[in-house]
């Protein structure tokens, strides 16, 4: 799925992509629980028998497909995008999506158009809206005891009940379940109640409460880790962040109040997994230099646009899934030229 700098196979290829990942899933199930491995295994197991599905509808050999191990990382990716607690039938309907509707009704691995883990997320994220924005921090809750067994009945038995048990009993904490402080800091400013960003982002609490800065700086180590590699191409999430912190470095000093700081945009939400682990994605992305910064502008604007405009506080989905759709105009318009001839 991921740019390739060296001449090996797709298994490895996918094998390194997981390896990166771990940073992230093991700061991430810090934070939000154990629940986010049963998810990522729950994922992987409906992944398997949705690809070995395709596979045989697209009459293709089951045996040399299912080894490239795409699966496996559009399963995590899924499952990574979703809270730890959110019931078992989300990340099933997800992962079926990202695996049927946006791969195989291509025809499969290297014939999608979009990207299928962005695009089961982004079904999910306009389906169920009021799921997907309840990452309950449990390590903030006090006087509970909410082990491994309870985590997995959560997911499986009795998901809504133990929501409505936190929101009533918790419900100091609310702006923690929030999906993201994209959304609570948005939200502010969409109602004029944000008097001082800059002391919000300086405030202990909020460094304290927010386990996105720990977990966007776990995805970019493992990001750096897949361009040392080899693995993917740097322009790509370098192009991408520079324009997002362009961006609204210029809009956040044209008005503090009104624009996020910079640093809310690098280190909330899903951005460095979408920008090294998703944005990254060969078969879904420009085939060429020009086209590349091209698609990579795109991207980091739509993040930026979409975050301040739009009523969803993150946009790495829409922002890709959007710059997808523009790849074939991209490489019908600029293409690389051809030794010895002119363009």
């Known amino acids: 799925m991921f740019l390739i700098k060296k001449k090996i196979n797709t298994n490895m290829i996918m094998f390194f992509v997981f390896i990166c990942l771990m940073p992230g899933i093991i700061v991430q199930s810090y934070y939000f629980s154990i629940g986010t491995i049963y998810q990522i295994t729950f994922s992987i197991f409906i992944s398997f028998f949705c690809e070995i599905i395709g596979i045989k509808l697209c009459n293709y050999s089951i045996k040399k497909h299912i080894k490239n191990y795409s699966w496996v990382i559009t399963a995590t990716l899924i499952a990574l995008s979703i809270p730890p607690l959110s019931p078992w039938w989300m990340v099933a309907c997800g992962t079926f999506f990202a695996i049927f509707i946006a791969k195989y009704i291509y025809g499969g691995l290297g014939e999608n158009i979009f990207n299928p883990a962005m695009t089961g997320y982004a079904i999910l994220l306009i389906s169920f809206p009021i799921q997907i924005a309840q990452w309950i921090n449990l390590k903030q809750l006090q006087n509970i005891d909410f082990n491994y067994v309870e985590i997995l009945k959560t997911i499986f038995i009795k998901n809504d009940l133990f929501i409505l048990f936190i929101k009533n009993k918790y419900s100091n904490l609310i702006e923690l379940t929030q999906a993201t402080p994209l959304d609570l800091i948005k939200t502010k400013i969409f109602t004029e109640t944000m008097n001082n960003q800059t002391e919000f982002i300086n405030h202990k609490q909020f460094i304290k409460n927010n386990p996105w800065i720990w977990i966007n700086i776990a995805y970019c180590f493992g990001g750096l880790l897949l361009i040392l590699f080899k693995i993917i191409n740097w322009r790509i999430p370098t192009i991408i962040l520079v324009i997002i912190i362009t961006l609204s470095l210029i809009s956040w000093n044209i008005n503090p109040n009104k624009y996020m700081h910079p640093l ?22 420009t085939t060429n230099k020009y086209g590349l910064y091209i698609y990579t502008s795109i991207i980091g604007f739509l993040i930026w646009i979409i975050r301040t405009y739009s009523n969803y506080p993150d946009s790495i989905a829409f922002a890709i899934l959007l710059s997808n759709s523009l790849v074939p105009i991209i490489n019908y318009y600029i293409f690389p030229k051809t030794y010895g001839h002119k363009k």
Do not use: E, K, L, N
């Open 264 to 285: 809310i945009h690098m280190f909330s939400g899903s951005t460095m997994i979408g920008v090294f682990f998703i944005a990254t994605d060969p078969v879904t992305s």
